[in-house]
């Protein structure tokens, strides 16, 4: 029996970064997967980043993972969402092309010293005196660890679907696990059934892009990474998407086909991620929509294939190919591989500590899709949490664990492990008391330091850091001393604008004068977000809900928080902010609402 010193189960996006963090931080580890051509494969879209999922990104490089330099080396198509509003929603999305973005993962995988990839399906785990000791695999071969990090993604006891055909599967073209499920249950864990999806695949060719709306990226994109160098930069070819819209026609043949849908049919038992539901599901949710939108995304320059996201379906290959032609530009389109659902197996994350490792065995972490969650940057911060706490465990030092005022992903890893999840569960900015301060721009301040600690980021790394660091801190104490503070804080003045009656002005580097700007403007908002939410959260706890409320009428509350409220009739304002999912925003809303109702 060979011995490691952790064990990482499968190498998607979370097994990739916990088994890069361990043997990083010096570690001998195993990383099992099905099939090591399949490792970091993109299942879905071929994008990393977005609104929330950005600020992951960013947060997840700055710790030392690996995910924002492979979205670098990949990217086709850079950019950046809610440019408009501010800073702490600007979110990060690159396009990647699907192929490269999985080779350049491979091959970081494989020249990692101390990480050895091993082929095969794990069939059980094995525990003594509530301690995990290693892994059978399905042939027979045993593992020993002193930490196992499951990353499971949705492939225990994987069913997927295609109208009325069912395979098992996690995705087309790869098997499913079917013996960790048992083997878990085994050792005490209760599992739950969740669903996902994706669209069809469409031919590049046979789509006719001058009747969809030209979607270019940025001209002068800045890199994901911290090491991605800012030039020469990008590193491929840029390709443009587009956008067209689903029409009446198109909801008309998926209603007429209801009886078809193994969603609508009760086939499908798991519950899917309400903020990419399927296609059949939208035009039924929200009967009153004329249209959808549909985002057309090459899968890459040397790639024949189109993602169109927005088309989730399981429906059957022929009434997808019927609703495809009813779509503007899509009227001659041909389909390479057609869209399905996934039903898989997830443990309820409540059964795991701060650190991801579960309560019931010690030396187990959980991380990924298993913890009930959706998307590739939860799952990759996720792993490299998981992976750094299990290396840490084995090395006998304190874990890392975040506060929610540090991370984005602090918030994401609390609220699964303290309110656990009902559906798949996605990262949103507005789950976060301190989004103001939790922005991608001021990532690397806020998490290089962690990184460092753990052996995941370089001395010299971390002294440009702390270089950058020192520079905003000194530029905002000269701009003070230069009474020009007060007037960058105005809202028609900017950093730039100023340089003309500041001739003492320094040369910084353009993300450090960005920072400055930003720190400037939002000083005040922070001040005064900081202060109401706490006391909120000291004195409004208590504050009753009459009965009968109508939540529907809070303005600007969101349709989900309705539904969740709604659902629990809350008593108290305290009971509505223990709702699972309902986020710190939607509270605040309700305050407001029942402030004027008094």
């Not at 580890?29 to 099905?34: A, D, K, N, V, Y």
């Not at 193994?262 to 309400?274: A, D, S």
């Not at 998490?447 to 801190?473: C, D, K, N």
């Amino acid at each position: 029996m060979e011995s490691f010193d952790v064990i990482v189960v499968g190498l998607g996006h979370a097994g990739c970064e916990a088994a890069l963090a361990c043997a990083r931080m010096g570690l001998s580890t195993l990383g099992l997967t099905l099939r090591a051509d399949r490792i970091a494969m993109m299942s879905c879209n071929p994008a990393i980043g977005g609104t929330a999922k950005g600020h992951l990104v960013r947060e997840l490089d700055a710790l030392g993972g690996e995910m924002a330099f492979a979205a670098d080396q990949a990217g086709t198509h850079f950019v950046t969402l809610n440019a408009s509003k501010g800073p702490a929603v600007r979110a990060t999305r690159v396009l990647c092309e699907r192929d490269a973005y999985a080779e350049t993962m491979q091959r970081t995988v494989a020249a990692q010293p101390g990480l050895r990839v091993a082929e095969g399906e794990v069939a059980s785990l094995v525990a003594d005196g509530g301690q995990v000791r290693g892994v059978v695999l399905q042939d027979g071969r045993e593992f020993s660890a002193r930490a196992v990090v499951m990353t499971t993604g949705t492939f225990l006891q994987a069913l997927m679907h295609v109208g009325e055909e069912k395979s098992v599967g996690g995705r087309l073209g790869d098997a499913a696990a079917t013996g960790m499920s048992k083997s878990l249950r085994s050792l005490g864990f209760t599992l739950g059934r969740f669903k996902t999806g994706t669209p069809a695949r469409l031919l590049k060719d046979s789509i006719d892009w001058s009747r969809c709306e030209v979607q270019p990226g940025e001209v002068t994109p800045r890199p994901f990474s911290l090491r991605t160098p800012r030039s020469p930069f990008p590193l491929r070819a840029q390709l443009h998407c587009a956008i067209t819209h689903t029409t009446p026609a198109t909801h008309t043949i998926l209603r007429d086909n209801l009886h078809a849908s193994p969603l609508f049919q009760g086939e499908i038992v798991g519950r899917g991620p309400r903020y990419c539901p399927s296609l059949e599901d939208k035009v039924v949710r929200f009967a009153q929509r004329q249209r959808h939108t549909v985002f057309l995304e090459p899968e890459g320059e040397r790639s024949p294939l189109v993602y169109p996201a927005g088309l989730s379906t399981s429906m059957p290959a022929e009434v997808q190919l019927q609703f495809l032609r009813s779509i503007p530009g899509l009227e001659a389109v041909e389909v390479a591989r057609y869209g399905y659902a996934v039903e898989y197996d997830y443990a309820p994350p409540t059964q795991l500590h701060a650190t991801l490792e579960t309560k019931a065995v010690r030396g187990l972490y959980f991380a990924g899709q298993l913890n009930g969650t959706s998307g590739y940057e939860e799952a990759a911060f996720q792993g490299l949490l998981a992976g750094i706490n299990a290396g840490l465990q084995v090395q006998g030092a304190p874990p890392l664990v975040l506060g929610r005022h540090e991370a984005h992903g602090a918030v994401l890893l609390d609220e699964l492990v303290t309110r656990g999840v009902d559906e798949p569960f996605r990262m949103l900015t507005s789950r976060s008391e301190h989004r103001l301060t939790l922005r991608e721009g001021n990532a690397e301040f806020r998490l290089r330091a962690h990184g460092a600690r753990v052996g995941l980021v370089s001395p010299a790394q971390a002294a440009v850091t702390a270089e950058r660091a020192a520079q905003v801190r000194g530029e905002l104490a000269r701009l003070e001393a230069a009474r020009l503070l007060t007037k960058l804080k105005r809202t028609e003045v900017t950093y730039a604008s100023l340089a003309a009656e500041d001739p003492q002005r320094p040369a910084l580097p353009a993300e450090v004068c960005a920072e400055v700007e930003v720190e400037v403007k939002y000083a005040g908002y922070v001040r005064m977000a900081q202060t109401s939410w706490n006391r909120r959260s000291d004195t409004h706890d208590a504050w009753k809900i009459p009965s009968g409320f109508r939540f529907r009428e809070v303005r600007g509350l969101g349709a989900e928080a309705v539904e969740k409220l709604e659902q629990a009739q809350p008593d108290t304002v305290g009971h509505a902010r223990r709702i699972s999912g309902l986020t710190p925003a939607a509270v605040s809303l309700l305050l407001i609402a029942l402030r004027r109702s008094t």
